[in-house]
């Protein structure tokens, strides 16, 4: 029997980085954008809030890039304040790196298990899908799953009665499968 799970983002991940202001860890980014342009030079920023205090901090997207090699659907999107380009942008290695931000996926998420539980009974094949790079630990989302404390589902992984071509331990954002063995 095969099921499908699928990890989907519940709002936007909260941003690791220090506060200017008040030196808090956490920001939160609310989908708003600030596109300056100069000339034929264009910035813009993400902004995001202070969770402690509510100081803006802007995380750059673009900088001194030319207004003609953006393309136009971006520029749009940037002015109408996009949530999805957001999200998009937060997920971006290259722009997590060049604002030296981490992401924070705590209470983020939700996993669709697609219905009511199976018969324990049964093998069963689980493959889990991400809709966003969420990292997540597979024992959670298999304990979350099937109703099961982790330390069960940490037992049936050493008994061999959870098998993956994935390592099971430490965390994952992308598409993998797991068979439940009875």
Same mark, same amino acid.
């Given at each position: 029997?095969l099921?499908?799970?699928?990890?989907? /983002?519940?709002?936007?991940?909260l941003?690791?980085?220090?506060?200017?202001?008040?030196?808090?860890e956490? &920001? %939160?980014?609310?989908?708003?954008f600030?596109?300056?342009?100069?000339h034929?030079l264009?910035?813009?920023?993400?902004?995001?809030?202070?969770?402690?205090?509510?100081?803006?901090? $802007?995380?750059? *997207?673009?900088?001194?890039?030319?207004?003609?090699?953006?393309?136009?659907? &971006?520029?749009? %999107?940037?002015?109408?304040? @996009?949530l999805?380009?957001?999200?998009?942008?937060?997920? @971006?290695?290259?722009?997590?790196? $060049?604002?030296?931000?981490?992401?924070?996926w705590?209470?983020?998420w $939700?996993?669709d298990?697609?219905?009511?539980? $199976? /018969?324990?009974?049964? *093998?069963?094949?689980?493959?889990?899908?991400?809709?966003?790079?969420?990292? *997540?630990?597979?024992?959670?989302?298999?304990?979350?799953?099937?109703?099961? /404390? %982790?330390?069960?589902?940490?037992? &049936?992984?050493? @008994?061999?009665?959870?098998v993956s071509?994935?390592?099971?331990?430490?965390?994952?954002?992308?598409?993998?499968?797991?068979?439940?063995? /009875?």
């Amino acid at each position: 029997m095969l099921e499908t799970w699928v990890v989907m /983002p519940t709002r936007l991940p909260l941003v690791l980085r220090r506060c200017h202001g008040c030196a808090a860890e956490h &920001l %939160r980014a609310n989908g708003k954008f600030r596109v300056n342009a100069n000339h034929k030079l264009i910035d813009a920023w993400l902004l995001a809030l202070c969770t402690a205090c509510g100081q803006t901090a $802007r995380l750059t *997207v673009l900088e001194r890039a030319n207004v003609r090699s953006i393309r136009p659907e &971006l520029l749009d %999107r940037l002015h109408a304040n @996009d949530l999805g380009l957001a999200a998009e942008l937060l997920q @971006d290695p290259l722009v997590r790196r $060049r604002n030296r931000i981490a992401l924070d996926w705590t209470d983020a998420w $939700r996993l669709d298990t697609g219905g009511t539980p $199976r /018969p324990d009974r049964e *093998v069963i094949e689980v493959a889990v899908r991400f809709a966003a790079r969420i990292p *997540v630990r597979p024992v959670r989302l298999i304990a979350e799953g099937r109703g099961l /404390p %982790r330390a069960e589902v940490e037992r &049936l992984i050493a @008994d061999g009665k959870v098998v993956s071509a994935v390592r099971l331990t430490g965390r994952l954002s992308a598409d993998f499968t797991f068979m439940l063995k /009875p």
